[in-house]
């Protein structure tokens, strides 16, 4: 039979209200803590949670909105998220958006409807018109229209060290390989701080940028290097555009540091315990987790909150420069 709130505290030797108290995360003395705690394991008593959201009018669940979980960035921010949430006594629900603005828009108004206490989101997606400042949101390398906080890594920065990288290795011949998105976000600044650097050093930048979704992409990329051989110096939106440039670059005949060195964006792994791709400018993906969950939790307290957190990069060495 299901043990019952008055049980623990009869075990415990507390009253209803402690227990209670306990239960929603209320603080109370660490010994009376202890107690209750220690009759709930004994008992093995489960809260109502479903009673506990209406009595508190919160869920302790936080919705995740990803373009894609197949993307390892995407994947290891999730992992980070749900990490900092399980400290707060939150639990973590993804939404896989599939890289669709129109699923996106059905996952805020489910999300509305079921009454998650807030939501992170990486969107890409026309998707300003229905994120409300009503609900408690916090965007990541986006910056919407209404007054919504967000948490970016320092993409201009990153540019500009993938240049002064590349520089102080050598390279002479610049190229910026990327995707166009339709709706502005914060990784344009990757590319502004990549051409702003070569030019103080009186360089020019050679540009293959692609608006996004892009078709044939190894196609693009094979002509771009076929029209520009004397490129020894590369900077990708990101890593996996860095590998599909990688692959393009063996098929002809080229071979990273050897003919040619570069720098992608990012600082994907193949696992935890293995290192980088590529070279990489990395991004902070536990600590940028961790500043949007702390800035969604300011934003569902209504408290004074920051709207805009930049963290910042720094470079990785991953075998593709010298």
Request: charged share 25%; aromatic share 10%.
């Amino acid at each position: 039979m299901k043990a019952t709130m008055k049980e623990v505290a009869e075990l415990a030797g507390v009253g209803l209200g402690t227990v209670s108290r306990v239960v929603n995360g209320v603080k109370v003395k660490e010994s009376t803590y202890r107690k209750v705690q220690d009759a709930i394991e004994a008992l093995h008593y489960q809260p109502d949670e479903y009673a506990r959201g209406l009595k508190t009018n919160k869920s302790h669940i936080i919705a995740l909105i990803i373009p894609t979980i197949w993307h390892p960035f995407f994947s290891e921010f999730a992992y980070h998220v749900e990490k900092e949430l399980s400290s707060r006594h939150y639990k973590l629900f993804i939404c896989n958006a599939e890289e669709n603005g129109e699923k996106e828009f059905e996952y805020l108004q489910m999300l509305e409807k079921n009454k998650v206490d807030g939501i992170i989101g990486i969107t890409y997606s026309d998707i300003d018109q229905y994120v409300s400042s009503n609900l408690p949101f916090v965007s990541i390398d986006r910056h919407f229209s209404e007054k919504i906080p967000y948490v970016t890594a320092d993409n201009y920065r990153g540019g500009q060290l993938a240049a002064e990288t590349l520089l102080e290795k050598g390279a002479k011949h610049f190229a910026y390989i990327g995707g166009l998105n339709r709706f502005e976000n914060e990784t344009i600044y990757r590319k502004m701080g990549f051409y702003n650097r070569l030019e103080e050093e009186g360089y020019s930048v050679k540009k293959l940028d692609m608006l996004e979704p892009i078709e044939d992409l190894e196609c693009k990329i094979r002509n771009f290097l076929l029209e520009n051989p004397e490129i020894d110096g590369i900077f990708t939106v990101n890593d996996f555009m860095g590998l599909t440039v990688m692959e393009v670059a063996q098929s002809l005949g080229k071979v990273p540091p050897h003919d040619y060195q570069i720098i992608g964006f990012d600082g994907l792994k193949m696992a935890i315990d293995k290192g980088y791709i590529l070279s990489t400018i990395v991004q902070p993906l536990e600590q940028m987790a961790q500043a949007a969950v702390a800035l969604l939790m300011d934003v569902m307290e209504q408290r004074d909150e920051k709207t805009r957190i930049v963290l910042p990069v720094s470079f990785a060495e991953g075998g593709t420069t010298k």
